[in-house]
C-alpha cells in the first residue's frame, strides 16, 4: 500500500511525456511538401480542394499510375519541380513512365490538364514565399489590375511540362506574366489537349491560400480550363506512392460493381447457412420402454435409499401371488392367507411387512427380500426364473 503513490506518480510523468512528445510532433516544422487534398499540413491542398468544392466543382482523388479519366475532367497535378539544370535531380524526381503515360493519354483524348510544380523541401518553398508577393496579370492585358501571388523559386513552365509530355517546339500561349515579363503561367496544346503549368505551385497550398490573392488565381487558372460544375480529379501519383491498376479497375466499373455483389452474395450465404428452409421438422421423441421405467424407478428408489417401498411393493405382490395360487376369494382377510401358509413363510412374510414400516438398512432389505421370494417359490413348487413377476431390485 506504501507504493500505490509512487506508482500514481510514475504514470502521472509517463502520461506527461506522452503529451509533451505528441505536442512535438505536431508543432515540428514540415520539411517535405507533400501537397494532399486529405492533409492539414501546411504543405497539404485540402483548403483547395474545399474552395474548388464550395464554387460548385466535383473533385475526386487517385493515385493510380493510369486513372481512367473522362475527356471532359481536369486533371490536377501537383509534382515536385525539377530545375532543368540539374540533371541528377531529374532522374530521382522523374514520374512514373505509366503515369506520364496516362497524362499524355488524356491530354490526347482532348481532356485538360493544370500542372502545379512545388518544391520538394517546403521549408525552402516557405522562406522564399513569405518574402515574395509578385504582382502578375494576364499576358493580353498590360493595364489590367495586378494580382499579388506568392511565389518561391520555381522553374520555368515548359521545363515542367517536357518532364510529361513531348511537346515538339508546339504552340504556346502566355496566361499570366509579371512585371517583369517572366511567364507565370502558359498554356501548351498536346493534340486536341490542354495543359496550362505554372512557375510555382505553392500558393496553393494549404499556408499560402489565403494569402494575397492566391484564392483568387487559383480559381482563375481552374476556370481557364473547366466551366463551373466541372469534374476535377487531383493526381497524387507523383508526390504519393503510385497504386497499380488491379484488374477490376482495368476491366471497368461495371465489373467493381459485379465484385461488390458478389461480396454482398457470399455474406447472405454464410448467413443463411444456418437458417433453416422450408416446413418445420416435427421432433420425434424415442419412446422409452417399460424396462426403461422401471430401472429408473429403481434408479431413484436405490439413490433415495427408499427400501421401505421396495419391501412394501415386494409384500403386496407376494400376498397377490399367494392369493391368486391359493385360489382365494377376495374377501379373504390377511388372517385367512396366513393360517394357510406354513409357518417359515407366514413369519417372513410378517417380517417383510414389519420391516416396510420402519427405516431398514438396503443391505437387509435385500437379503430379506431375496429370502422371501425363495420360500414363496418353494412353497409354490416354482424355481426362480420361471415365473415372472414384477419385483424391484435394490442392487
Request: proline fraction near 6%; aromatic fraction near 6%; charged fraction near 20%.
Amino acid at each position: 500500500m506504501k507504493s500505490r503513490p509512487l506508482v500514481v506518480v510514475v504514470f502521472i510523468l509517463l502520461g506527461l511525456l506522452g503529451i509533451t512528445a505528441g505536442l512535438v510532433l505536431l508543432g515540428r516544422r514540415e520539411t517535405q511538401s507533400k501537397p494532399s487534398t486529405n492533409s492539414y499540413n501546411p504543405s497539404g491542398s485540402l483548403a483547395f480542394r474545399s474552395l474548388l468544392e464550395q464554387n460548385g466543382y466535383h473533385v475526386s482523388v487517385t493515385s493510380s499510375v493510369r486513372p481512367r479519366l473522362s475527356p471532359r475532367d481536369l486533371l490536377v497535378v501537383f509534382d515536385y519541380a525539377v530545375n532543368p539544370e540539374d540533371t541528377f535531380q531529374r532522374v530521382l524526381t522523374r514520374r512514373v513512365p505509366d503515369a506520364k503515360e496516362g497524362i499524355e493519354r488524356h491530354l490526347k483524348a482532348g481532356g485538360h490538364v493544370l500542372l502545379l510544380p512545388i518544391e520538394k523541401d517546403f521549408r525552402v518553398a516557405t522562406r522564399a514565399a513569405q518574402n515574395s508577393h509578385t504582382a502578375i496579370h494576364p499576358a493580353t492585358q498590360q493595364n489590367a489590375t495586378p494580382l499579388i501571388v506568392s511565389t518561391s523559386t520555381g522553374v520555368d513552365p515548359r521545363s515542367s511540362v517536357v518532364s510529361y509530355v513531348d511537346l515538339a517546339d508546339g504552340p504556346m500561349a502566355s496566361l499570366w506574366i509579371d512585371a517583369l515579363g517572366t511567364h507565370f503561367s502558359e498554356a501548351f496544346a498536346v493534340g486536341p489537349g490542354r495543359i496550362v503549368a505554372v512557375r510555382d505551385g505553392v500558393f496553393a497550398t494549404n499556408r499560402f491560400i489565403d494569402k494575397n490573392q492566391n484564392a483568387e488565381v487559383a480559381m482563375r487558372l481552374v476556370r481557364s480550363l473547366a466551366p463551373d460544375g466541372a469534374n476535377l480529379v487531383f493526381d497524387e501519383a507523383g508526390f504519393g506512392t503510385p497504386v497499380e491498376p488491379g484488374m477490376l479497375e482495368t476491366i471497368g466499373p461495371w465489373a467493381e460493381a459485379m465484385w461488390f455483389q458478389l461480396i454482398f452474395l457470399f455474406v447472405v450465404i454464410v448467413y443463411t447457412l444456418g437458417k433453416r428452409f422450408g416446413l418445420p421438422q416435427d421432433p420425434r421423441a424415442t419412446q422409452l420402454g417399460t424396462r426403461a421405467l422401471l430401472d429408473a424407478v429403481a434408479d431413484t428408489f436405490r439413490r433415495g435409499r427408499m427400501t421401505s417401498v421396495a419391501l412394501q411393493t415386494t409384500v403386496r405382490s407376494t400376498e397377490a401371488r399367494l392369493r391368486k395360487a391359493m385360489r382365494l376369494p377376495s374377501d379373504a382377510t390377511l388372517k385367512d392367507l396366513h393360517q394357510r401358509l406354513p409357518d417359515n413363510l407366514s413369519r417372513l412374510l410378517s417380517a417383510a411387512a414389519t420391516a416396510s414400516s420402519g427405516r431398514t438398512k438396503p443391505k437387509d432389505a435385500r437379503i430379506l427380500i431375496k429370502r422371501l421370494e425363495d420360500e414363496v417359490d418353494l412353497y409354490l413348487g416354482n424355481r426362480a426364473g420361471h415365473d415372472v413377476r414384477p419385483s424391484i431390485s435394490l442392487r
